[in-house]
């Protein structure tokens, strides 16, 4: 069974540029979710995408977007990056009913 | 407002004794809690969770605690072994979409 894997592992980018992370879900899973880990802090939710619909978004403006695929991989994307958007961005995946959700290693997103 | 805060940043035990991590929440209608562990440079790794059906949970040497009236939960590790140095994230959720506390760091000296 394989893991959920994220690319790349590290990125860096200049304020105002758009970014595009990438998250492969684990195998059988048609769920993904995306978390923001600022430094020193908790995951925070930032949408989630179940059949390639939008199911779900916490408190992120709409410069935060996503897709999901038809083989469940999916997307974040970021515009007009701002330094506050440097953190740890995780992808998770599960099945809808599931409560868990199992992450992938991350990426680390450097604005400078 | 935090729904969900994990009061203690860190916490340093000695190896074989009992680690207590703790965590508050707000909301009443919170019926599932977990617990994620995390290692620099990986994702956080599932752990054990409770249902707000029960009290306690058990799962070799990791036991969760419920007290709904209080709005609390913890995790016993007993006894507790250097390679669970590691940052420790309580959560609530349903169907992936998780609200995480900020984590507490344990540290288990040997």
């Known amino acids: 069974e394989t893991g959920v894997t994220q690319s790349p592992t590290h990125l860096i980018k200049t304020r105002g540029q758009q970014v595009t992370l990438r998250c492969s879900s684990q195998?059988?899973?048609?769920?993904v979710s995306w978390y923001q880990q600022a430094l020193g802090q908790g995951p925070q939710f930032i949408f989630q995408?179940?059949?390639?619909?939008?199911?779900g978004r916490g408190n992120f403006p709409p410069r935060f977007s996503g897709l999901q695929f038809p083989n469940y991989s999916s997307e974040l994307n970021v515009n007009a990056l701002e330094l506050d958007d440097s953190a740890l961005y995780l992808c998770?995946?599960?099945?809808?009913?599931?409560?868990?959700?199992?992450f992938g290693q991350g990426t680390r997103l450097t604005v400078v | 407002d935090q729904q969900v805060k994990q009061n203690s940043p860190s916490l340093s035990v000695q190896e074989g004794r009992i680690s207590i991590l703790n965590c508050d929440y707000t909301?009443?209608?919170?019926?599932?809690f977990l617990w994620y562990k995390k290692y620099p440079a990986e994702g956080p790794t599932f752990l054990i969770s409770?249902?707000?059906?029960?009290d306690k949970n058990e799962d070799g040497r990791f036991t969760v605690f419920l007290n709904k009236s209080a709005k609390h939960l913890s995790l016993h590790i007993v006894p507790s072994q250097p390679g669970d140095s590691a940052v420790y994230f309580c959560?609530?959720?349903?169907?992936?979409?998780?609200?995480f506390g900020q984590g507490t760091t344990l540290q288990v000296k040997p």
């Open positions: 995408y179940y059949r390639e619909e939008e199911n």
């Open positions: 195998s059988g899973h048609n769920t």
């Open positions: 959560a609530v959720g349903n169907t992936g979409k998780l609200i």
């Open positions: 909301n009443s209608m919170f019926d599932y």
């Open positions: 998770a995946s599960s099945w809808p009913t599931d409560r868990e959700a199992f």
């Open positions: 409770i249902s707000s059906i029960k």
